[in-house]
């Protein structure tokens, strides 16, 4: 009878697993478990950093496990990642070394206005590690990152791709208060939810995603910032661009760069290139951009974090101090 | 006691594999320890608790669907619930079944493995010959190296314990 009843009650725990997975299945579809993801990764956070914490890792380590000749062709991939980025500074800086002295001719008749916010903001990256995501790799509809309140992250800060820096020279390689910060770094998304220990990230491609960005358009002359416009995810894998007014030119092929972080001036960051463009009848611009970053990619990522700079005068003394004499 | 220790096991098993994510494949070191657990224990309790350590696993690194909370534990009571037929002692000779018993564990999780890697599968559409070439070419090879041997080293642990009483009669092997 014992045996029967111990049977029975095996039997009826798994077919309550089973609807019980159903459930949460149904659940997760209907994005009903986003708060509960968190809670559980802040949960589960304790045991993981005090193992990260005794364990230092190597930063290939995941590049390494793949054999000798894939390691090879993921040195060769981190290389080409990185003159793509470096291009793509390149670009961003021509385009607004142009504009420059495009504008500093103009100041000869107009006095120019420097933006006051514009040397009282400090952007820096705060590296994390990809800890999950959700979605098919076409489309990604949510990204948990090991960065949370603990690390100082608030809601709605960009997420960028870990290559490169945001911020990599200081005081010491000549960089003053003031100066202009520029990169290529791609623009994942933005940070939705933060945890204790864990920070969910909402990606470019949601539907609920919007920011002001810029065309960056290559012509015979060069480069040239062109139309701002409001990018806007649409839940599958491409974003839509919306705001462009009839009169602006687009073309296939232009880059999208960030106009502001958080209607801020602040650096150009990479969202993606325009890959169709269509002139609507009803005199408005359909214009689509594929992101620039892949699922595939996404192991390590940056935290752009903007703060005022508010010791300015601390700074220049410092700076004049190291002077020649 | 038995269950917190349980418990405490599986809540390590996880954050282990998410501070090492980048070495360790997804489910290598959960699905043998989860496995594991429902044989030691053969119990419902065993049961529902690992099977919900599976479940909070997707939950927090989610796949298409959740195939292993799902059917595990059925696989699971299939091999582990006890048989209605009393053991004949009086012949010494033993069933094939029964010799097999000591590889049910690895062979569970072999099963846990595979369920893991269709449910990484996009399967809202036909998966590409591609995506299973790689899933099995690559991730099941390299799931199957570390689970595989933790799997036969609990099933060691287990027959070790049996022979020393450290389990109840009731959850003995043979």
């Known amino acids: 009878m014992r045996v029967e009843e111990s049977r029975h009650g095996m039997w009826f725990a798994a077919i309550a697993m089973f609807v019980l997975s159903l459930l949460v299945t149904a659940a997760d579809r209907t994005e009903m478990l986003s708060v509960l993801r968190s809670v559980l990764h802040d949960a589960l956070s304790p045991g993981r950093l005090m193992l990260m ?32 980025q470096m291009l793509r500074q390149l670009m961003i800086e021509n385009a607004r070394l142009r504009r420059d002295l495009q504008r500093s001719k103009e100041a000869t008749v107009v006095a120019e206005f420097v933006d006051p916010a514009s040397s009282l903001t400090d952007y820096a990256m705060i590296p994390a590690q990809v800890i999950s995501s959700s979605g098919i790799p076409g ?7 090991s960065a949370g309140k603990s690390a100082g992250i608030t809601r709605s800060e960009l997420v960028v791709d870990g290559n490169g820096a945001v911020v990599d020279v200081g005081s010491d390689a000549g960089v003053a208060a003031g ?25 470019v491609t949601s539907a609920d995603f919007r920011a002001q960005v810029q065309l960056l358009r290559t012509s015979d002359d060069g480069l040239h910032f062109g139309a701002v416009g409001m990018l806007e995810g649409t839940g599958t894998s491409e974003c839509r661009l919306t705001g462009i007014t009839y ?18 001036r602040g650096p150009r960051l990479f969202f993606g290139t325009v890959t169709s463009a269509e002139f609507l009848a009803g005199g408005q611009w359909d214009v689509r951009i594929q992101p620039g970053f892949t699922l595939a990619e996404l192991d390590r990522v940056g935290i752009v974090r903007m703060s005022l700079q508010t010791d300015i005068t601390a700074v220049s003394i410092a700076v004049d101090s190291r002077g020649p004499k | 006691m038995k ?66 909370p799902m059917l595990l534990p059925a696989i699971a009571a299939c091999l582990i619930s006890p048989s209605a037929k009393p053991d004949d002692y009086s012949s010494r000779r033993q069933s094939l079944a029964k010799m097999l018993t000591p590889l049910h564990l690895p062979f569970i999780t072999l099963l846990a493995v595979s369920l893991q890697l269709i449910s990484q599968l996009n399967l809202s559409s036909m998966p590409a010959a591609v995506d299973i070439q790689f899933a099995v070419k690559t991730s099941l090879p390299a799931l199957l190296m570390i689970s595989l041997p933790i799997s036969a080293g609990i099933s060691m642990l287990m027959r070790l314990a049996d022979e020393l009483g450290l389990r109840r009669a009731s959850q003995h092997w043979i």
Not at chain 1, 139 to 145: H, N
Not at chain 1, 190 to 203: A, E, I, L, Y
Not at chain 2, 21 to 27: F, N, Q
């Open chain 1, 53 to 84: 914490a005794i364990t230092p890792q190597p930063l290939d380590a995941g590049k390494r496990m793949s054999g000798s000749s894939p390691a090879k062709t993921a040195a060769a991939t981190d290389l080409t990642a990185e003159q793509l």
């Open chain 1, 139 to 145: 489309a990604l509809r949510e990204l948990i990152i």
């Open chain 1, 179 to 203: 100066d202009r910060v520029l990169s290529g770094s791609s623009v994942i998304g933005r940070v939705q939810k933060t945890g204790r220990w864990v920070s969910m990230v909402q990606p």
């Open chain 1, 247 to 264: 009169t602006d030119a687009v073309t296939v092929g232009d880059t999208v760069v960030s106009a502001d972080i958080n209607g801020v």
């Open chain 2, 3 to 68: 269950t917190i220790s349980m418990l405490v096991i599986l809540w390590m098993s996880i954050a282990v594999e998410l501070a090492w994510s980048r070495s360790l494949p997804h489910g290598a070191l959960v699905l043998p320890i989860a496995c594991g657990i429902m044989f030691w224990m053969r119990s419902v309790t065993g049961i529902l608790l690992s099977a919900t350590a599976l479940l909070i696993d997707w939950v927090a690194r989610p796949g298409c669907l959740p195939l292993c």
